[in-house]
């Protein structure tokens, strides 16, 4: 017997996380597959994007500009932000995990919603630290539970708005709330990747409450409306301070050049969002109406997918949706790991896909 030689260990809290499983791509067997299960869009992205990320094929032997300028002035631009408060990613994703490996270690909390966005969990756990899920309300980010939950050892609060897989939303004014009854130092991440589609008076993704706050910080992202998810690109807006921090953290050339060029091209096409936004209120208005014209429960989305609950009856429920849909090559989000184990998500997709689903669910239901 010889004892088992000694070999490298990750950091405590890294064999604790489950990781990230994405929603599944193929239909075995299947001629013609819909896939409405990543919320990506249907519409590609802006025509402008795909000539710039064309054109920056002509250089790929020299490295980006590591600050993104033309990128981040692009944003600064649509929204009337000063550059100086912006920072690119490589994807949300990275800039979620950057905040959480600066701000957070072993020892703290980081506070995430029961039905959160699974990222935040696996970052946070990446960095060593404790996540704490606290329950949402009827499919609603909780700013009470939030608040009960914080302790001498929290350091940061996580919140999708709009949430996914839920598609629901808090009010500016509840958010506000959950600000100013935060301790100071508890950093506020507001994930604001399905913004673009929100239509609600009372809703706002971030902009105004990280100019006024020094704790708050607003992740967006270039893979949804902006139809750019193959290049993987996001950004945050956040006081000077909190910059300054992640920039020492970050990889020096964290956005590729192709990337910066298509993202600044995406950004100044703001006709070509808009005109991506109605089509999407269309059908999120449709989907909602058709599906629960079919006995169906649909949770109230502002955002590019719907989350719909199935009966809890032998041959109906969400797995068996699941089996039935994907048979006909449409593929569909199931969400067990989000704590929905009787629901699918299903992002708008096409018109005909949109229109193949609801057929099959009338007739999956036996109302054909
Ligand atoms: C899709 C999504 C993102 C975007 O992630 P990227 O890394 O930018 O593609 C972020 N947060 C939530 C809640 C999402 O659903």
Excluded at 27 to 38: M, T
Excluded at 113 to 122: N, R
Excluded at 218 to 229: D, H, I, N, P, Q
């Amino acid at each position: 017997m010889t004892a088992p030689k000694p070999q490298p260990t990750p950091r405590p809290g890294v064999l604790d996380i489950a990781a990230y499983v994405p929603g599944k791509e193929h239909a075995p067997g299947v001629a013609r597959v819909f896939k409405l299960s990543a919320n990506e869009t249907p519409l590609g992205p802006s025509p402008k994007a795909i000539e710039a990320f064309k054109a920056a094929a002509g250089q790929l032997e020299r490295y980006p500009d590591g600050q993104a300028t033309a990128l981040r002035a692009a944003i600064g631009t649509t929204f009337r932000l000063n550059p100086a408060n912006i920072m690119c990613g490589n994807g949300s994703d990275e800039l979620l995990g950057l905040l959480c490996h600066t701000y957070l270690g072993p020892g703290d909390e980081g506070i995430v919603t029961e039905h959160g966005f699974l990222v935040y969990k696996i970052q946070i756990t990446a960095a060593g630290a404790t996540p704490v899920t606290v329950k949402e309300k009827d499919c609603r980010v909780d700013v009470d539970a939030i608040l009960a939950a914080v302790t001498p050892k929290t350091k940061a609060v996580f919140i999708a708005n709009p949430g996914n897989p839920t598609g629901t939303y808090v009010p500016v004014a509840e958010i506000r709330r959950l600000q100013a009854s935060l301790p100071p130092q508890v950093l506020l991440v507001l994930d604001a990747a399905y913004a673009e589609y929100v239509r609600r008076n009372d809703y706002e993704a971030g902009l105004e409450i990280v100019s006024s706050c020094q704790n708050v910080v607003m992740t967006r992202t270039f893979s949804k409306v902006y139809g750019l998810a193959a290049l993987r690109l996001g950004w945050l807006y956040a006081p000077e301070h909190i910059i300054d921090a992640l920039d020492r953290v970050r990889g020096p050339f964290n956005i590729s050049a192709p990337g910066i060029a298509a993202g600044a091209a995406a950004m100044a096409d703001q006709g070509f969002i808009e005109q991506a936004v109605s089509f999407n209120a269309e059908w999120i208005g449709k989907l909602t109406q058709a599906f629960e014209a079919l006995g169906l429960e649909v949770t109230p989305s502002v955002t590019n997918f719907v989350l719909i609950h199935f009966p809890d009856v032998e041959g109906k429920r969400a797995a068996d949706a699941d089996d039935f849909l994907t048979a006909r090559g449409y593929i569909l989000r199931a969400v067990r790991s989000y704590g929905f184990n009787n629901a699918l998500r299903m992002s708008v997709g096409p018109e005909e896909a949109n229109l193949g689903v609801i057929e099959a669910l009338r007739e999956f239901m036996g109302r054909g």
